[in-house]
Structure formats: C-alpha cells, structure tokens
C-alpha cells in the first residue's frame, strides 16, 4: 500500500483520508519508509523527526474520527526548507553558523500549516543562507538531483523540489530570492509556484534579502499548489510587508478560469545562451496554448533582460550583508572558541560560520552599501529595478501573463559551475527579474531532454492574480503529462 501512496497528489492522498481508505499515520509511515529507502543517495533531508511525525499524525487520525478536522491538509505531510522555523525543531539555514539552533518560534506559514492540520514533516537541505542555484552551498551535505544522482537538483530550496520528486513528501515549502523555487522545480520536474511578494508572510523565515525572499509551494500538480497556497496565504500583523489580499479558495477559482487568454513571449528570454532542447520544449508548450485558442504576443522586456542580474546581485547582497550582521557570535549562531577579546571573537566566529559564497556576497554587499559607492551602485540599482518593475506592467497592458523558460539548461552537473560564481548565477537570468518586481511566477514541467532530465516551463503572472496564473498552468498540465513521471531510484 504505502508504495502506492507516494507519487500521489495531495488532492488524492485528501480524498483517500477522507474515505477512510487511508490513515494519516498510515500515510505518515509510508513517506517515512520512503525516506529511509532512497535519502542515503538523495540526501535532501537536514534533519528529521520521524517520532514527532507519527505523533502529529494520531493526533490528525483523532481529529478526523471526532469530525474536529482543522483544514485541507488535514493529515498529509509537509517538508520545510530549513529556513522556515518551527517551534522545537533545528533552523539550520544550513550554515555552520546555526548548526545547532534550534527554533524557539513557529513561522506564520508554520503555525498556519498546523492549523490546516498538516503533519510538518523534516528539515531540508538547501544553499546555504539561501545563496546559490545548485544546493551545492549547503554546509551539510550536497543534494542529488533524483532524476540522475549525479546532477544537482537547483537551488537554493534544492532539497524540497528533491524530497518531492524523489517521493519522499507529497508538499513542501521553500523561498524565493531570484528563482530559488522555480529553477529547482524545473530540473526536479515538478510544480514550483513563487507568489506575489507580501501574500505569504516572511515572519519565521530566516531573510535573505528581505524585499525580494517569498516563501511558495513545491507540489506534484497545479491543484496541489493551489490547495497549499490557500493555506500559507493572507495577511500577517507580524510581518509589516505582508499586503492585506483576500485568499480566495484558489482550488475553486482555477477552475472558473477558463480562457482563451493573451500570453506574451518575451522575446529577449530566447536568445543566446540558452539551451536548444529547453527552448524547444517551452516553443511546444507555446504553441499548445495557441492551439487553445489563446492569442500569443511577443513582447519586450528590454530592461530586465539586460540589467537584471547586475540589479538583482547589487541589491541581494547589500540586503543580505546587512541581515547577517546579526550573526557575530555573542547572541547567538555559532562562537569561535578561540577569540582572545570581543573584536577577535566576532571575526573568527563569522570565518568559521559562513561558507565560501556566504562571505563573497556578504562583501560584495559591504562593498556597494560603503561611502562613496552607496549612489553609484545600491542607489542606481534601485532605480533600475523601478525600471524592470514598468518593464512587466508596460506588457500586461498588452496580455494576461508571459510564458518563458525557467532556466537556460536542464539540470547541470555536480561541479560544474561551481568553480564559476558567475556562470552559477546566470542560472537564475530568466527568473531573477520576478522578484525584482514582485511578481508571482510559476514553473511546471514541459518535457524532458534526450538524456531524461526534466524541462519546466515559466508562466508568469500579474501582482496578485494568483488564480488566473494557476488557471493558465493548470491549462496546460491537464493536456499533458509531465507530472504523471517520476524517477526510478
């Protein structure tokens, strides 16, 4: 039985707890059994309790026999990235700096999970602090791609989109900075949706760059993260950038959507650079749409082509040398044992905590914060993300949403990039520019290159029109599937 539950939706697991045909400890066990058959060679799990788990999942079971159901998830488990912090259980980052902390706080998206009566679900790995696109940062371990064991799954939230893929969890969450949802969505071949900024609370995630992280859901199908996306969403007291947007029931609104639509095709995001195989799969998927009946534009975005990288690594990094000055090794995170006065302390304690890429952008960040450099970079940089923002909107007058490729390759080999920071950030240049505006943007599978490795396909959307971005991914999935195919470890 329990291999028969792993690869299924969320929506299918619900309706199985619902009938009866399933426990939620039954189902629990089965992706706990799962992650002690295949995570030896994933390694998408940071840490995980498996007691508490089963714990979470009687208590479910109890609620359901006494017809006190909390929510949707009511018994289904949910992994977590391991920057989203849960009361009692590790928030690594997975950094050496908070190897061992542990959260005395539950995240909004947390607490809420807990009370649609989600069963929270281990700890996943990642880029450390959320700096990279390979997952290949993470202080800890380097997770697999479960498609090919020896290709990187993308990052930063590398191990949920792995964890979901390899069948390990049903629904996860991660954060987005410049794509760190939907490229490791996109090379694990599974749904990875980044909301609008400030419809998911960022209380409990550690930041980032707090005005470009989101929190999103990983999922098996457009439904599936539809259905968590209604969980985690609305607004929050507690966070002072959330937007005070209604959550609709988006499962529901979906299905109201149904088109033709106006889509519009960047027309710089199919240059040079990008992978023939990719752009094959994501002109098939645009030309399905236009089968659909819906009309297809090409559109320009001139500024965001050219400008959003050196935008998007000024403003992250000044964002994030300044969140992580927090971490000097007196209030917390880890303390060199070898600091002969306070000032000796804070430097051995950062150079012991942060890895290689966490130190290079912490100083490229000092750099364009410092005297004399504030204007001519972080300050001009602003300006031009206001820029790319009129890029978006400029095109919306035209259309509904902009299909694109997520990234320019498929999944890439472990080392590959990782002596080359800036051919490693080029994976990221079709979706950075998301977060420079604030736009939702989704990745779903489209196809699969000559060596088996997944393609995702990029939909993005208008601020806060969730439900008809969903519609359109939906759209396509429902003719096709992509989701349907899981990899065989």
């Known amino acids: 039985m329990s291999s028969d539950l792993i690869f299924k ?14 426990s939620s400890v039954e189902l629990t066990q089965a992706f ?30 109890a609620r359901r026999a006494g017809g006190e159901m909390r929510g949707a998830l009511e018994g289904i488990p949910v992994g977590l990235k391991d920057v989203i912090a849960v009361a009692g259980q590790p928030l690594t980052c997975s950094s050496r700096m908070l190897a061992n902390f542990v959260s005395p706080y539950d995240a909004t998206v947390a607490a809420r999970l807990k ?23 993470s202080a800890f371990q380097t997770t697999s791609n479960p498609w090919d064991l020896e290709r990187v799954p993308g990052g930063s939230s590398g191990g949920p989109a792995a964890a979901l893929a390899a069948g390990e969890v049903p629904l996860a969450l991660g954060s987005d900075t410049g794509g760190s949802i939907r490229q490791p969505a996109s090379f694990c071949g599974v749904v990875g949706f980044k909301p609008t900024y400030g419809l998911v609370s960022r209380y409990g995630l550690v930041a980032f760059a707090s005005s470009l992280d989101q929190i999103g859901p990983f999922a098996r199908t457009v439904e599936d993260a539809a259905l968590l996306l209604g969980a985690i969403g609305g607004h929050d007291p507690l966070d002072s950038t959330s937007y005070p947007a209604a959550i609709p029931d988006y499962r529901a609104e979906i299905k109201k959507h149904r088109g ?64 992580l000055a927090r971490y000097d090794g007196v209030r917390y995170g880890h303390r060199s044992k070898e600091g002969s006065d306070a000032i000796d302390l ?9 890895g290689p890429e966490v130190k290079r952008r912490i100083i490229l960040g000092t750099y364009v914060l410092s005297s004399g450099y504030y204007d001519a970079f972080y300050l001009r940089a602003q300006k031009v993300r206001t820029l790319i923002r ?16 997520v990234a320019p390759t498929a999944a890439f080999k472990k080392g590959e990039k990782s002596s080359d920071p800036l051919a490693m950030y080029l994976s990221d240049i079709y979706t950075i520019s998301l977060n420079l505006a604030g736009l939702p943007g989704i990745s779903i599978p489209c196809g699969f290159t000559r060596e088996g490795l997944p393609i995702g396909l990029q939909i993005i959307g208008q601020p806060f029109q969730e439900a008809g971005l ?6 396509y999935e429902q003719a096709h599937g992509w989701n349907g195919m899981n990899p065989k470890l």
């Not at 082509?305 to 000044?318: G, K, P, Q, R, V």
């Not at 051995?348 to 942060?354: D, H, L, N, V």
């Not at 969903?470 to 759209?475: D, E, F, G, K, V």
Request: net charge negative.
């Open 9 to 22: 939706s969320a929506a299918e697991l619900a309706a199985l707890l619902e009938t009866g045909q399933v």
């Open 390 to 405: 009129q890029d978006f909107l400029n095109a919306y007058r035209e259309v509904d949403a902009l299909l694109a490729p």
């Open 260 to 323: 033709p639509w106006k889509l519009g095709v960047p027309k710089e995001y199919f240059g040079p650079g990008l992978n023939a195989e990719v752009a094959g799969a994501v002109r098939a998927a645009i030309e399905f749409y236009q089968g659909a009946g819906c009309e297809i534009r090409e559109v320009s975005l001139p500024v965001a082509a050219e400008y959003a990288i050196a935008t998007y690594y000024i403003i992250a990094t000044a964002e994030a040398s300044s969140n």
């Open 32 to 61: 706990i059994d799962r992650r002690r058959a295949v995570d030896d060679r994933v390694k998408a799990f940071n840490s995980f309790d498996e007691t508490d788990a089963l714990a979470q999942a009687r208590a479910s079971d």
């Open 115 to 137: 009370s649609a009566g989600a069963i929270l679900w281990g700890r996943l790995n990642m880029d450390e602090f959320a700096m990279g696109s390979s997952t290949e940062n």
């Open 470 to 475: 969903l519609a359109i991914a939906r759209a």
């Open 346 to 354: 804070y430097f051995k304690s950062r150079a012991e905590g942060f």
